[in-house]
């Protein structure tokens, strides 16, 4: 290589190069910041969609008050900040390039002061000060996820379940370890500069950790799969309080318990069966006021743009969603047109009362072979059309063929009421009356034994702590 083509790429290397707005050091990027609000601003409305937004707007003016707090010192103040509360239980806390910062419900029912909440506050913020998900991007780290733990699903029956995968790809965002250590050391400054005890985010971790165990652990995949070990975790961030509040010797630093767990009266907690749940071999949603069997031994997700099911070995996948058209024609006939396939079968028929559309098509490559096979109901319900996908490959699918009418068939009106009527559970907030252990206080409050464990966690406490008189608690009620 000679001296002036030497120079040439040096110089062209340095020139994609940008400060570390936390370090003050030239990184090599491949994202402008211009591009990386442009990504968040394009990624945020797709976010929302798949999870929705938690309708509660006291926890949201409070997330949203500290948000802006904390974004004012960051190092990236310049950036419009939006802080959101997801409706999902799965315990989670991501931030996405350009200044959107998202907390799911699940995770702020298991904080138990501001201090703690404020700590994982400054962590995401810290991804964005850091420019994070810009070296992810960098690096191509991220990957596309399937809405179903354990089945990997075909690169055609990814493409139908396309709308909800770009959300979770975003919901399961990976950071290197580098990356979480620097984010939790700006949990650490950015917390303590607004006044919060930060030693307080060092013992969330233990509630994380303790988390990431048995069942209960199964609904909390993503911060535990995708940040360092939790205990490794709370030494160093404990040292790091201590170290950071040494810079500011007259300040009293704030945990804000009881202010905090009055804010969550009335938190829903865990999955919401009001946005529909599967019980036995049935899916039922009480809000729409319909139901379908679900194949024995097949997992379901649901979400607020679809539900999915598939069997464990993923040989075949089944979509229920809604069609934006207004008669059934019309949706066959986009759904066919917009994915470029082949109609092998068209029926109109009835089910269970609803008119309804049912055609069966073939995906073809560019070699004229066959790839996938599709079964499609639509179902019109008053103004709304229902879509049911079943898709599998031309080698498996004669033989999931009837087991998709059947799902579809089964689709029904639900009338049950004892079906209609389910309620979530609910965070509810007591005081105790007198001293007494934690074990006794959720017995007395009508917990279910069954559920002890799980209360102790998202109290942050063991169930031999003892609790004085007058020290606020939650429980579950309807």
């Not at 290589?1 to 400060?19: D, E, G, V």
């Not at 310049?78 to 959101?84: I, Q």
């Not at 500069?193 to 993503?222: C, H, V, W």
């Not at 009001?274 to 039922?284: D, I, L, M, S």
Request: charged share 20%; glycine share 8%.
């Amino acid at each position: 290589m000679t001296k002036t083509l030497f120079l040439t790429l040096a110089i062209l290397i340095i020139s994609a190069c940008s400060r570390n707005p936390i370090t003050g050091k030239k990184e090599a990027f491949v994202m402008s910041e211009a591009r990386e609000q442009a990504l968040g601003d394009q990624s945020d409305p797709s976010i929302v969609a798949s999870f929705g937004l938690y309708p509660d707007q006291t926890l949201q003016k409070f997330i949203d008050s500290k948000g802006q707090q904390m974004a004012r010192i960051s190092h990236r103040s310049h950036l419009k900040y939006e802080f959101k509360i997801l409706d999902s239980p799965v315990v989670n806390a991501f931030a996405l390039p350009g200044g959107y910062v998202y907390f799911t419900r699940g995770i702020m029912a298991h904080f138990n002061n501001e201090a703690e909440f404020a700590g994982v506050l400054g962590h995401e913020i810290g991804h964005i000060s850091g420019r994070h998900s810009a070296k992810q991007q960098r690096n191509a780290i991220l990957t596309q996820v399937g809405l179903i733990a354990g089945i990997v699903l075909s690169k055609e029956f990814a493409n139908y379940a396309e709308s909800a995968s770009q959300s979770m790809q975003l919901l399961m965002l990976k950071n290197g370890r580098d990356h979480e250590t620097q984010s939790d050391q700006m949990g650490v400054e950015y917390s303590t500069k607004i006044g919060y005890d930060a030693t307080y985010m060092a013992g969330f971790f233990k509630t994380l950790n303790r988390l990431s165990g048995g069942d209960e652990g199964q609904r909390i995949p993503t911060f535990l799969s995708t940040h360092p070990d939790p205990l490794n975790r709370y030494a160093k961030v404990e040292q790091w309080a201590k170290e950071e509040q040494k810079k500011y010797p007259n300040k009293t630093f704030k945990e804000n318990r009881n202010q905090y767990l009055r804010m969550l009266e009335g938190l829903i907690y865990g999955e919401d069966p009001r946005q529909g749940y599967k019980e036995g071999n049935t899916f039922y949603h009480p809000e729409l006021k319909f139901q379908f069997p679900v194949p024995s031994n097949w997992q379901l997700a649901n979400s607020p743009q679809q539900v999915q099911m598939a069997p464990k070995d993923g040989k075949a996948m089944m979509i229920f969603t809604l069609a934006q058209e207004k008669t059934l024609g019309e949706a066959a006939n986009k759904f066919v047109t917009d994915n470029k396939l082949t109609k092998k079968e068209d029926a109109n028929l009835t089910v269970n009362g609803f008119p309804a559309k049912a055609i069966v098509t073939e995906q073809v490559n560019e070699q004229g072979v066959a790839t996938l096979n599709i079964v499609t109901y639509f179902i019109k319900d008053g103004n709304t059309i229902y879509l049911f996908h079943g898709l599998a490959e031309p080698a498996n699918f004669l033989a999931y063929k009837n087991l998709f009418r059947n799902t579809m068939e089964g689709f029904a009106r639900l009338t049950d009421q004892s079906k209609i009527n389910v309620q979530p559970d609910r965070i509810h907030i007591e005081s105790i009356t007198s001293s007494t252990t934690l074990s006794s206080a959720l017995q007395k409050a009508g917990v279910k034994s069954d559920r002890f464990e799980e209360m102790a966690i998202v109290n942050g406490m063991q169930l031999s702590d003892r609790l004085q008189r007058g020290q606020l608690i939650k429980v579950l009620k309807k």
